[in-house]
């Protein structure tokens, strides 16, 4: 298994974990979102860590395990609102565990990494894999579907794109921008 797919196996296999243990003992998703790093989570860092020891022996980049993760868990109530929008008939808690995560990661690196580092159809296609690997009969389609709705919407977002959603998330994105200058001052 190449390390970069094992890596995203690592970080599947830790979300899903802390997820489920989570969501069993969380009144509402809202007590997930409180969560905003890594450090703030000892049991999380106990099964990042565990997992990558168990999985990944030697492995030369963890980094990019706790990158992801970290990222993710940044971003989770942001990546869990753009999945509701991606698959508007599945309100997040009731997506299988295992897809919801797959569908995290997928969504973390097709809007938030680097896309040089990992483009953008590289994203979707290690998603759908670890979905038909890790997930139910379906989870590969569904995969597959909320993630291409996701990157239609906001078409490739390297390329100078000039679709209408692309020039209003860039207007956005600028407005945004100035809008936290504005509060810094």
Not at 121 to 147: C, D, H, Q, R
């Amino acid at each position: 298994m190449a390390n970069r797919h094992l890596s995203r196996s690592i970080v599947l296999q830790s979300l899903y974990e802390w997820d489920f243990n989570n969501f069993r003992n969380a009144k509402n998703m809202d007590d997930l979102y409180k969560i905003k790093n890594i450090e703030e989570n000892s049991k999380l860092k106990k099964i990042i860590s565990h997992n990558i020891d168990k999985f990944g022996p030697g492995m030369e980049d963890a980094s990019f395990v706790w990158g992801i993760i970290q990222g993710i868990v940044e971003r989770l109530k942001k990546i869990d609102g753009i999945i509701e929008k991606g698959a508007p008939e599945w309100p997040i808690e009731q997506i299988a565990f295992i897809d919801r995560n797959v569908l995290r990661i997928g969504i973390y690196e097709l809007l938030f990494a680097n896309r040089e580092e990992v483009p953008p159809k590289v994203a979707i296609n290690e998603s759908i894999e670890l979905a038909k690997t890790f997930g139910g009969e379906s989870s590969g389609k569904f995969i597959n579907g909320v993630l291409g709705t996701i990157y239609r919407e906001i078409g490739e977002p390297m390329k100078d794109d000039s679709t209408e959603k692309a020039k209003e998330r860039r207007e956005k994105e600028v407005e945004t921008d100035k809008n936290k200058e504005e509060i810094k001052k």
